[in-house]
């Protein structure tokens, strides 16, 4: 039997960062993740880095027709998936070698493997007994499925079997209205792909501002991208010339052809094969673990952190909780994450908010001041060729403070920051609007509110 001081189960952003902390602090840790290649976790492997690798590609097509308007002679002679397929290969294993480079210079130990709670002070790890004093779940999250949808890799894929195509199809349903689903269609229509996205809710994105989501619908049908919403999938056949929906629209039952099908209806935790009832750790009815403030789970001595919590799915709000997590479990410290968080969607045109929006500041009772810019009277929107979209704000009208901002258009996960600021320093509109911005920039359209 081994006897750790602290063990940390996951080395996705969240079990980095904390093993990078505790290492730091002279705390004696092991980091455990199923095998190198996993090192970086969703983010890195099949989430934000892959996807903002292709949106990158994405976001160059479709602007040819601007750069030509400026005098480029540009000709667009198609484009050749495989090759963005090895590019994003040897993106994501240069920085999984610096992830790697970082623990090995902060003296981590990490062994692979999967680890499972014999009780809530060990573990079995290839048929070794750890013992620990502390340890921390970062476990992730993974594609959630369901029985209408079966994945078979081919004609009906997640997420994370984009990254396996080879050639690009012809027509491609997305099922799903949020950021995922989202950022793909953006990708897909952007090379010329047919793509019809099959929504359940009465819009797209609704945990954002609602004028922000029709104005993506517009920018989206612009697109020829076509979106059902209050859809429900009734049948689904497939057979070698792709799959075949039956779905259920408020206008009746309609019939959709495509050569492919992406399920883009979420993600869940991964918690099950943990065995954490064997530890007295609890989960929720969806397989969150289940967390104080403090990041403690039911067994005050293990932690957890990142998406296999009921938190912001984000690499940057696991960030923030692995550093969180580890603090505490070495100084034995409370803290919590009262950090205004960043929601970001890098579809075309970007999504970005923080704070209230508009609906759930009327939903808590405040009063509030609502003031909106648009990029059209920004100069450098137009000299990036796109113009299109605004920037909204929520101020109480009781303190003067910025509750919120939701910012639709170029560069919004970018801009999103300087309200961020605003926000967790209580910097009082009168006060913000007066900064000196630097011109031209598509952040001085501060200046407009």
Excluded at 34 to 56: A, D, F, M
Excluded at 74 to 95: C, I, R, S
Excluded at 274 to 288: T, Y
Excluded at 373 to 391: C, E, L, P, Q, R
Aim: charged fraction near 20%; aromatic fraction near 8%; include cysteine.
């Amino acid at each position: 039997m081994r006897e750790i001081d602290t063990v940390i189960i996951g080395a996705g952003p969240a079990g980095y960062e904390a093993a990078l902390y505790l290492a730091n602090s002279g705390v004696d840790t092991l980091l455990i993740e199923h095998s190198k290649v996993k090192i970086g976790g969703v983010c890195l492997n099949e989430g934000c880095i892959p996807t903002k690798n292709y949106l990158q590609s994405s976001s160059f097509a479709s602007k040819i027709p601007y750069f030509k308007s400026c005098g480029l002679e540009l000709e667009y002679n198609g484009f050749d998936l495989k090759q963005l397929v090895q590019k994003t290969t040897a993106l994501k294993d240069e920085l999984r070698s610096g992830v790697v480079w970082m623990l090995d210079q902060a003296k981590v130990e990490t062994v692979y493997g999967t680890a499972l709670f014999m009780n809530s002070n060990h573990l079995e790890l290839s048929g070794e007994v750890i013992a620990f004093k502390k340890c921390i779940i970062a476990t992730g999250s993974q594609v959630l499925q369901v029985p209408k949808l079966p994945l078979d890799g081919k004609y009906i894929i997640s997420s994370s079997d984009v990254f396996n195509l080879q050639t690009m199809p012809s027509s491609i349903i997305i099922v799903g209205g949020g950021a995922i689903g989202c950022e793909f269609a953006t990708f897909f229509s952007a090379f010329g792909v047919d793509v019809t996205m099959v929504v359940r809710g009465l819009r797209l994105l609704t945990r954002e501002d609602e004028e922000v989501s029709k104005a993506l619908l517009r920018a989206f049908k612009k697109r020829s991208i076509k979106v059902l919403t209050s859809a429900e999938i009734s049948n689904v056949d497939v057979d070698e010339s792709g799959a075949k929906l039956l779905v259920a629209t408020p206008e009746g039952e309609k019939t959709l052809n495509s050569e492919l099908v992406l399920c883009a209806i979420g993600r869940m935790p991964c918690s099950k094969e943990l065995q954490l009832e064997k530890a007295g750790v609890k989960c929720d009815k969806r397989g969150f673990v289940e967390v104080n403030e403090a990041l403690q789970t039911t067994q005050k001595h293990i932690y957890a952190a990142g998406d296999c919590i009921n938190t912001p799915g984000f690499a940057h709000t696991a960030y923030t909780e692995g550093r969180i997590a580890a603090q505490n479990s070495v100084k034995g410290d409370s803290l919590t994450n009262s950090h205004v968080t960043p929601f970001t969607i890098f579809c075309d045109p970007q999504i970005a908010s923080c704070g209230l929006n508009e609906q759930e500041a009327k939903e808590q009772g405040v009063e509030v001041e609502v003031k909106k810019a648009y990029f059209k009277a920004n100069a450098k929107a137009k000299i990036s060729g796109d113009d299109s979209g605004f920037v909204k704000i929520v101020i109480s009208l009781q303190s003067g403070e910025i509750l919120g901002a939701s910012i639709i258009g170029a560069e919004a996960t970018e801009i999103i920051h300087e309200f961020i600021i605003a926000i967790e320093k209580k910097i009082p509109y009168s006060e913000f609007v007066k900064m000196i911005f630097a011109h031209p920039t598509l952040s001085e359209i501060v200046r407009y509110l």
